[in-house]
C-alpha cells in the first residue's frame, strides 16, 4: 500500500521557523521526485518546493527562495521542508506529492498524494 504521511505542521510567529516531513512508503522512493504544494483557504494548490529523483535537483517557487529548503534521504525514505523566515502568508495545508516521473509543478503530475499538514504563521 502507497503512503506518504506528512507531519510537522503548527502555529508559529513570523519570522520563525518549521521542518515539515513526509514519510514515505509503498513504492520506488529513490526513484520519484517528491513535491511539497499548499493551499490557503479560497486558494489554489500551489506548488513550494520539489525535488527530482533522477538527480536530486530542487527547484522552488519564488515566494520561497531563499527561506525554504527541500531535501531527500533515500535511506529513511523521507523528504523535508525546512521552512525559515516564516510569513503570514506562508499559511496553508502543505501537501506532499510523489511523481514518477520529473514532478514538477504540474499537480496532474503527481502519482501520489499526502494528507495534508497545517502551518499556521501568526503576525
Known amino acids: 500500500e502507497v503512503q506518504l504521511q506528512a507531519s510537522g505542521g503548527g502555529l508559529v510567529q513570523a519570522g520563525g521557523s518549521l521542518r515539515l516531513s513526509c514519510a514515505a512508503s509503498g513504492f520506488s522512493f529513490d526513484d520519484y521526485s517528491i513535491a511539497w504544494f499548499r493551499q490557503a483557504p479560497g486558494k489554489e494548490r500551489e506548488g513550494v518546493s520539489c525535488?527530482?529523483?533522477?538527480?536530486?535537483?530542487?527547484d522552488y517557487a519564488n515566494s520561497v527562495k531563499g527561506r525554504f529548503t527541500i531535501s531527500k534521504d533515500n535511506a529513511k525514505g523521507t523528504v523535508y521542508l525546512q521552512m525559515n523566515s516564516l510569513k503570514p502568508e506562508d499559511t496553508a495545508v502543505y501537501y506532499c506529492?510523489?511523481?514518477?516521473?520529473?514532478?514538477?509543478?504540474?499537480?496532474?503530475?503527481?502519482?501520489?498524494w499526502g494528507q495534508g499538514t497545517q502551518v499556521t504563521v501568526s503576525s
Open positions: 506529492a510523489a511523481a514518477a516521473g520529473v514532478g514538477g509543478w504540474g499537480r496532474h503530475n503527481y502519482d501520489y
Open positions: 525535488i527530482k529523483g533522477s538527480d536530486g535537483t530542487a
